[in-house]
């Protein structure tokens, strides 16, 4: 990922559709902040087909990767629990030692 294709804002009864794969990076990169007593709100679907990839089956990734945006502050942290998300949870204990000044809002 080096930079932002498409940004798209939300508005009320709209969707966005888009074919997801092994490079289709999507997300929401930038921290909602939502006015006092309201929430973001969202709804996902998933069409799922039969997969298509010339790759060995222990080749592809069966879950979300996360990676950080260009520029990203800590992004050696972010990185190292990436790759823990990628097999397992993240604990508390991963986060105490690999960032223990995180705080949450803070990540840019």
């Known amino acids: 990922m080096q930079r932002c294709e498409e940004s798209i804002y939300p508005e009320f009864n709209c969707g966005v559709i888009f074919r997801t ?5 999507h997300g929401v990169p930038k921290i909602i902040k939502c006015p006092e007593g309201e929430f973001r709100k969202t709804l996902a679907f998933y069409w799922l087909s039969p997969l298509i990839t010339k ?3 222990e080749m592809y990734r ?3 990767k996360f990676v950080p945006v260009p520029g990203q502050k800590n992004a050696e942290k972010f990185l190292l629990l990436c790759d823990i998300r990628a097999v397992r949870r993240i604990t508390d204990d991963d986060m105490k030692n690999i960032w223990p000044e995180w705080c949450p809002g803070d990540e840019n």
Not at 21 to 25: E, F, L, P, R, T
């Open 55 to 57: 790759k060995k089956e």
């Open 62 to 64: 069966k879950k979300a």
């Open 21 to 25: 794969n092994d490079n289709s990076w």
